[in-house]
């Protein structure tokens, strides 16, 4: 019963709040009013019932609070500043419902806003979760490991600055909407990698990052069905977040994608996400999803490791290295260039790749050169790098890889 | 990420505090005010305190199974901690942005590490 009403008020938390804005036009104090509305209805729906008009309790709560708010001395003082940004008042003066879109218009138009471009991408983080996800401050500070007043102070600094710099609750306009929209697609893949990254040895309670990412992403495909990126991000999520049981050892050691007991997979969202792609890549303009969803839709197809059809995932990868270049990327593509032109080959393009200042200090250049030298039957060069590659990652459970690996070349040798 | 910026002193950068006049130390005050106020509105700060003088502190040590704390003495240390920033910043850059703000980072006083994460992604 609760996690029902909890996922019927978190469903309903970008509608509400999108329309107690259109009718209010401030943002801060819409976001603030939304939040108690959920709050309360959380607290009296498993005891009370589900009222008949969810939708519309929440409003009329929201909205009582929000006159509330604007009492008290606080509002009154930001009321006091809102006449000097006038101009900037989310919501230009004699619009109503009609000059919005529908429903799916106004999830986009909160997305685009909490993702602007004024904002830093923690702080957009933060108030994606809140203003669309319906998270509470709380659940927010434990999903990304920062107490409750960062994350507080986040959130209210980031309505400040959209306030500041007149940020509107708008459908961004033709010209806006590609860079917009890409912001949006990163909020959504930080929250999905920070879930996912975290699965590893995690010991405190987490809220489910991955899961919360893939209900934004479906909510922002809804709104977009034509969009190839959205429907990309989210069958890179789906592709990806199908492998999560086999990724970790039950003692929270990372398991490798080759070495992992691919009966664990998730078929369904394997499916699902493959389904997605395919389509994307066949409707609309290539993109960076589409490509690492492509990738992620090879991997996830092989019965076994050995079966990996790792040509095709090179041509993915020079393409993606073309769309949108980066550290990351070029790593990727010369541990599938060994795969198919073997570990020499790729070394020289090691070699050549890290002249790239870009690559000279990132964590992973020593990992996979460790896995290029191993490959090549290096020995004690590969030993040598994956301890190298050990002291350069921050991550726990990635060092205890490393580490582990360079142990077993220190064991075979002797 | 998170990094914990370290402040240290020494017995020089206590003889120069002590030597300042009082509105130079107002001054100093001051900065730490106005840089703690900017780390709380960025959303980058998550704890920020200065700590006792060592010769306030005390030596634990577990003896079978008995904690026993002791003051201390301590070896004459020529540095201690005096104070730490802990901070969730994009890059380390910005941490060291960041400790490069702190009145200390004059004398060269200053430390950023970054901290560890149970994170990890498929290798």
Same mark, same amino acid.
């Given at each position: 019963m609760t996690d029902e009403v909890e996922a019927l008020l978190r469903s309903l938390a970008p509608e509400?709040?999108?329309a107690i804005i259109r009718r209010q036009g401030d943002f801060d104090t819409s976001e603030d009013a939304v939040q108690e509305a959920l709050v309360a209805g959380a607290a009296q729906w498993p005891r009370d019932g589900v009222p008949a008009n969810p939708r519309g309790w929440l409003i009329t709560v929201a909205s009582r609070r929000q006159i509330e708010l604007w009492r008290s001395e606080a509002a009154r003082r930001r009321r006091e500043e809102s006449v000097s940004r006038a101009e900037g008042s989310p919501v230009a003066s004699g619009t109503d419902k009609e000059t919005f879109g529908p429903d799916a218009d106004d999830t986009l138009s909160l997305f685009v806003l909490c993702c602007h471009p004024a904002l830093t991408p923690t702080s957009q983080v933060a108030l994606t979760l809140r203003a669309v996800g319906?998270?509470?401050?709380?659940?927010?500070?434990?999903?990304?490991?920062?107490?409750e007043s960062t994350v507080a102070q986040r959130i209210s600094r980031a309505?400040?600055?959209i306030r500041e710099s007149g940020g509107r609750f708008l459908l961004p306009t033709r010209a806006e909407r590609p860079a917009r929209l890409a912001a949006v697609l990163h909020v959504l893949y930080l929250i999905f990698n920070e879930g996912y990254a975290a699965s590893s040895g995690e010991r405190l309670v987490r809220v489910e990052l991955t899961a919360e990412a893939i209900r934004l992403a479906r909510q922002l495909h809804a709104a977009l069905p034509a969009d190839g990126e959205a429907a990309g991000l989210l069958a890179l999520m789906l592709l990806t977040d199908a492998r999560r049981r086999a990724r970790v050892s039950p003692a929270g050691d990372l398991i490798p994608l080759a070495e992992q007991d691919r009966g664990l997979w998730d078929r369904a969202a394997i499916a699902e996400g493959l389904a997605l792609v395919t389509k994307a890549l066949s409707?609309?303009?290539?993109?960076?999803?589409?490509?690492?969803?492509?990738i992620a839709a090879i991997h996830d197809q092989a019965p076994r490791a050995e079966d990996t059809d790792w040509r095709e995932i090179l041509?993915?990868?020079?393409?993606?290295?073309?769309?949108?270049?980066?550290?990351?990327v070029a790593?990727?593509?010369?541990?599938?260039?060994?795969?198919?032109?073997?570990?020499?080959?790729?070394?020289?393009?090691l070699a050549l790749a890290e002249r790239d200042p870009a690559l000279v200090d990132h964590h992973r250049l020593e990992a996979v050169r460790a896995h290029l030298l191993e490959m090549a039957g290096d020995t004690d060069a590969a030993r040598d790098a994956y301890a190298r590659a050990a002291r350069r990652t921050l991550s726990i459970p990635e060092r205890r890889f490393l580490e582990n690996r360079a142990e077993r070349l220190a064991g075979a040798k002797t | 990420m998170k990094y914990l910026i370290l402040i240290y002193h020494n017995p020089d950068s206590r003889k120069i505090w002590n030597s300042f006049t009082d509105e130079q130390r107002a001054e100093g005050l001051h900065a730490y005010?106005?840089?703690?106020?900017q780390l709380a509105a960025s959303g980058e700060l998550i704890a920020a305190e200065a700590l006792d003088e060592p010769s306030t502190a005390k030596h634990v040590t577990l003896d079978e199974g008995r904690t026993i704390a002791t003051d201390g003495p301590f070896a004459e240390a020529k540095e201690h901690l005096a104070g730490f920033y802990l901070l969730d910043t994009e890059t380390m850059d910005r941490a060291v942005e960041i400790a490069g703000q702190i009145p200390?980072?004059? =004398?060269?006083?200053?430390?950023?590490?970054?901290? =560890?994460?149970y994170a990890g992604l498929e290798m």
């Open positions: 509400v709040l999108a319906g998270l509470t401050t709380a659940e927010i500070a434990r999903a990304l490991l920062v107490p309505k400040q600055r409707d609309a303009p290539v993109g960076p999803y589409q490509l690492q969803a492509a041509g993915l990868y020079e393409l993606l290295e073309r769309v949108a270049p980066g550290p990351m790593l990727n593509r010369i541990v599938a260039v060994a795969m198919v032109e073997g570990p020499r080959v790729a070394l020289a393009r | 005010a106005v840089l703690n106020e200390e980072a004059v =004398l060269g006083m200053i430390e950023v590490r970054p901290i =560890l994460t």
